[in-house]
T-cell receptor, first 113, second 116 residues
Framework: AQSVSQHNHHVILSEAASLELGCNYSYGGTVNLFWYVQYPGQHLQLLLKYFSGDPLVKGIKGFEAEFIKSKFSFNLRKPSVQWSDTAEYFCAVNGDAGNMLTFGGGTRLMVKP | DVKVTQSSRYLVKRTGEKVFLECVQDMDHENMFWYRQDPGLGLRLIYFSYDVKMKEKGDIPEGYSVSREKKERFSLILESASTNQTSMYLC???????????????FGPGTRLTVL
């Protein structure tokens, strides 16, 4: 069975700080990887996804993530966060073209203005 | 834009009541999902439907059932609500990918259910 770990449960940053949120998964085969974001009071929405090709994936709002197969990781990064990035971030994995996503426990990011 | 709507944003029920949570999507997606979201646990899949009248158990199906009579509507049923089912329930839909595989899921706003 696949599993996803997000090691940071709560992160507090000041505006303009750089962000890296960790995501590790356990699955030995081919994976599809996602980052979803949930802004306060809003729907969960897709931030970015990786299926194949360039392991550095760019998403919306200046976010990017790098798939490192040897480390089973898909960390989310942003060089300079803004107050509006305050949200909860979820990493998710889908293994071997299966139908179901497995989500990590989420990371709550608070950006102080 | 894909729209996924859920019948209620907030719901309060008593232990033992039968509870229906409704989800409707307007993009003709074949696949629909029900998750529950709990702090620190992320989203956990309750049930998945890959087409009308088709369903598959997710990771935590106990205490829940589902119904998919029409393509656009996917209902989650709590036969006899219990306090440990107090949670945020999220519905999602997704286009079926030819040959299997996955693609983006689109989520509804969620229903926060409290069972007293």
């Amino acid at each position: 069975a696949q599993s996803v770990s997000q090691h940071n449960h709560h992160v507090i940053l000041s505006e303009a700080a750089s962000l890296e949120l960790g995501c590790n998964y356990s699955y030995g085969g081919t994976v599809n990887l996602f980052w979803y974001v949930q802004y306060p009071g809003q729907h969960l929405q897709l931030l970015l996804k990786y299926f194949s090709g360039d392991p550095l994936v760019k998403g919306i709002k200046g976010f990017e993530a790098e798939f490192i197969k040897s480390k089973f990781s898909f960390n989310l990064r942003k060089p300079s966060v803004q107050w509006s990035d305050t949200a909860e971030y979820f990493c998710a994995v889908n293994g071997d073209a299966g139908n179901m996503l497995t989500f990590g426990g989420g990371t709550r990011l608070m950006v102080k203005p | 834009d894909v729209k996924v709507t859920q019948s209620s944003r907030y719901l309060v029920k008593r232990t033992g009541e039968k509870v229906f949570l409704e989800c409707v999507q307007d993009m003709d997606h074949e696949n629909m999902f029900w998750y529950r979201q709990d702090p620190g646990l992320g989203l956990r899949l309750i049930y998945f439907s890959y087409d009308v009248k088709m369903k598959e158990k997710g990771d935590i199906p106990e205490g829940y059932s589902v119904s998919r009579e029409k393509k656009e509507r996917f209902s989650l049923i709590l036969e006899s609500a219990s306090t440990n089912q107090t949670s945020m329930y999220l519905c999602a839909s997704r286009q079926r990918v030819a040959g299997g595989g996955t693609d983006t899921q689109y989520f509804g706003p969620g229903t926060r259910l409290t069972v007293l």
